[in-house]
């Protein structure tokens, strides 16, 4: 038996257990904390009709993640395997649906995703140097233009770039804290950002922008093979890393309306921008709109990294999407995945152009399949408990069925209020999972067993 300071022998059997607790904390820190901080919260302004009610759904986002985090642990447990969230469906629902959930996230989640961050830094990029009437477009298709060529270099280059790229992330999110908590002088009592609603009107929206922002620790799911003593620690990572960015969030808002009001948070497309200007003047909104334009790289890259690997693991089991399979020896990168990726990005930032709503289009166009199958994930832990009642569980969630069907209840909320309260771009959505099935009866005869 190798020593406690022997390192962890890899092998074709599987990844190694070689995640400490704090790895595991700082990845799922590092994925939840993204572009959307320094965006959504001025869509939440608008939508909500009391400043209470805007911090509420704040650390609602939290507790929403907190309890579907004791799902997902209990998943990741008792099924550690690098294709986390893809992994459960298939087990409990089967090949059909596990390809779909592949196909949306090829299509919808991870593409949608990555262009939705693309507008953001295409709005503070817009700040510091305007390119005309669609300058966010435009910076948005040549970030991922950009990113995509560092990524097909190959492995190496995509990681030295997401390393140096995160210290400008956490860089901007503590400014943005400080300017708004402590420098700016405190706005008088506004009015709401939303005049003639109900305080409750606009709640389903604004979760949906929330839990966007939130949207990231169910990634842990991907390295639970790979964590030390999982059976403990990936429950404490979870629920250590949610409170940290819950704590975060929350500060961060308060910073936002202590600085600029209610009001002003609501009509704001750079709303951290706004506030940097109101302390420092419009040299300080520079300086942060290029910190966080830097700082966005990091969401974009990383998501461009996963995505096209997701991509490359259906080539490998859809003999119809065998291109995606092919991998570059010489750069380690899956450069077919990387092309096809970016395609469908650039032409769902064509999308949103069109609409004239750029990010909200994106949410509109990726929430609807992404609650659809947040809420199968939660309902694979019901099926997995009745079909496999003999596999072991290290953990099991507290208070079941209470506690997982709170969950699934809260996806179905969040999947009827991104269909009932978004825009065209929810029907796009809709549509591209539904040529999926169509895809799949193509698909199907040739996939391996």
């Known amino acids: 038996m190798p020593s406690p300071e022997s390192p962890p022998q890899h092998s074709a059997a599987g990844p190694a257990q070689v995640l400490s607790l704090g790895d595991a904390v700082g990845i799922v820190v590092g994925l939840v904390i993204g572009a959307g901080i320094f965006k959504t919260p001025s869509l939440v302004a608008g939508n909500t009709g009391a ?64 262009a939705l961050l693309a507008f953001v830094f295409g709005d503070y990029c817009t700040r510091l140097f305007p390119l005309g009437e669609h300058s966010p477009a435009i910076y948005a298709a040549l970030l991922v233009a950009a990113l995509t060529g560092v990524n ?30 402590f420098l700016a002088p405190a706005t008088a009592p506004a009015q709401a950002a939303v005049a003639d609603r109900s305080w409750y009107a606009g709640i389903g929206l604004s979760m949906i922008f929330v839990l966007l922002t939130y949207g990231g620790w169910n990634e842990a799911a991907y390295v639970s093979a790979e964590v030390k003593d999982r059976n403990r620690n990936i429950i404490r990572s979870l629920l250590l890393s949610l409170g940290v960015v819950t704590v975060l969030y929350v500060l961060v808002n308060i910073a936002y309306l202590r600085g600029l009001g209610m009001a002003a948070m609501g009509k704001s497309d750079v709303v951290a ?30 998501t461009i990294i996963v995505g096209a690997r997701s991509n490359f693991a259906l080539g490998q089991e859809w003999p119809l999407f065998s291109f995606l399979a092919r991998w570059d020896s010489a750069s380690g990168a899956p450069r077919n995945s990387y092309v096809f990726q970016a395609a469908i990005a650039l032409g769902l930032i064509l999308l949103g152009t069109l609409t004239r709503k750029n990010f909200e289009t994106m949410v509109d166009y990726t929430a609807p399949v992404f609650w659809a199958f947040f809420l199968l994930v939660g309902l694979s ?37 991104s269909l009932a309260y978004t825009g065209v771009g929810a029907l796009v959505g809709v549509g591209v999972l539904a040529t999926g099935a169509v895809v799949m009866l193509f698909g199907r005869r040739g996939a391996r067993a």
């Not at 003047?281 to 700082?295: D, H």
């Not at 009642?389 to 969950?407: A, G, H, K, Q």
Request: proline residues 4%.
């Open 152 to 181: 097909i270099v190959g492995i190496r280059a995509g990681k030295h770039t997401q390393n140096w790229l995160t210290v400008c992330e956490v860089g901007g999110l503590v400014i943005v804290m400080i300017a708004g908590l």
């Open 273 to 302: 921008a706004d506030l940097l200007a109101r302390v420092w003047g419009e040299n300080g909104a520079r300086l942060i709109s290029l910190i966080i334009a830097v700082s966005t790289l990091t969401s974009v890259n990383a």
């Open 51 to 114: 400043e209470w009610v805007m911090i509420a759904v704040w650390v609602a986002g939290g507790v929403v993640s907190v309890i579907g985090a004791l799902c997902y642990a209990e998943l990741a447990t008792a099924y550690p395997h690098a294709g986390g969230d893809y992994h459960f469906v298939g087990r409990a629902f089967g090949r059909e649906l596990s390809f779909l959930y592949a196909w949306a996230r090829m299509t919808v989640i991870a593409a949608g995703s990555i």
């Open 381 to 417: 832990l019901f099926v997995l408990r009745t079909h496999e009642p003999e596999r072991e569980r290290p953990f099991r969630v507290p208070f079941f069925p209470v506690t997982p069907l709170l969950f699934v209840l809260c996806c179905f909320y969040l999947l009827y209020s």
